[in-house]
């Protein structure tokens, strides 16, 4: 990717080729749920995306501020997502760069990512980006009803 690359905040406008990505990173979505979720999320968290000359979306993060009893004030990255056709590019350390700052600039104390066992080339990207793995979990969810 060349020096045209610019990271924005995600509009609504961004919701199809958003969906198309995270559809890559296995979760498939409609266009209009990812636009009503645009809205939602609104300014608290960090929503980015990098975009190309064209200003079309090749990348995502998305991260939140958290304050949790036992570990205090972080930031956590809930979605990174690099178009296939784009990656190692440098797009992902851009975005995560971009949630590091923002991180350091509201004051957390940490970042933290989560991410699947079945990714086996984020467990290569994160460590050489300093992140530490510190444990493996099991996710539970069920409907709310």
Same mark, same amino acid.
């Given at each position: 990717?060349?020096?045209?690359?610019?990271?924005?905040?995600?509009?609504?406008?961004?919701? *199809?080729?958003?969906?198309?990505?995270?559809?890559?990173?296995?979760?498939?979505?409609?266009?209009?749920? /990812? $636009?009503?979720?645009?809205?939602?999320?609104?300014?608290?968290?960090? +929503? +980015?995306?990098?975009?190309?000359?064209?200003?079309?979306?090749?990348?995502? /993060? !998305?991260?939140?501020?958290?304050?949790?009893? %036992?570990? =205090?004030?972080?930031? %956590? @990255?809930?979605? +990174?997502?690099?178009?296939?056709?784009? &990656? &190692?590019? =440098?797009?992902? &350390?851009?975005? @995560?760069? *971009?949630?590091? $700052?923002?991180?350091?600039? /509201? =004051?957390?104390?940490?970042?933290?990512?989560?991410?699947?066992?079945?990714?086996?080339?984020?467990?290569?990207?994160?460590?050489?980006? =300093?992140?530490?793995? @510190?444990?493996? !979990?099991?996710?539970?969810?069920?409907?709310? !009803?």
């Amino acid at each position: 990717m060349d020096g045209t690359l610019r990271i924005r905040r995600m509009a609504e406008t961004d919701a *199809e080729v958003v969906a198309m990505l995270a559809g890559e990173l296995g979760y498939p979505n409609e266009t209009e749920a /990812i $636009r009503a979720r645009v809205r939602a999320i609104g300014e608290p968290d960090l +929503l +980015l995306v990098a975009v190309d000359a064209s200003d079309e979306a090749v990348g995502f /993060i !998305q991260a939140h501020r958290v304050c949790i009893i %036992e570990v =205090g004030f972080r930031v %956590e @990255i809930l979605g +990174l997502v690099v178009s296939s056709s784009a &990656r &190692r590019s =440098g797009i992902g &350390r851009r975005l @995560i760069a *971009e949630a590091e $700052r923002w991180a350091k600039s /509201i =004051g957390a104390e940490a970042i933290s990512v989560r991410s699947n066992t079945k990714r086996t080339e984020a467990h290569l990207f994160y460590p050489a980006l =300093g992140y530490t793995k @510190i444990k493996t !979990q099991a996710v539970y969810e069920k409907a709310a !009803q």
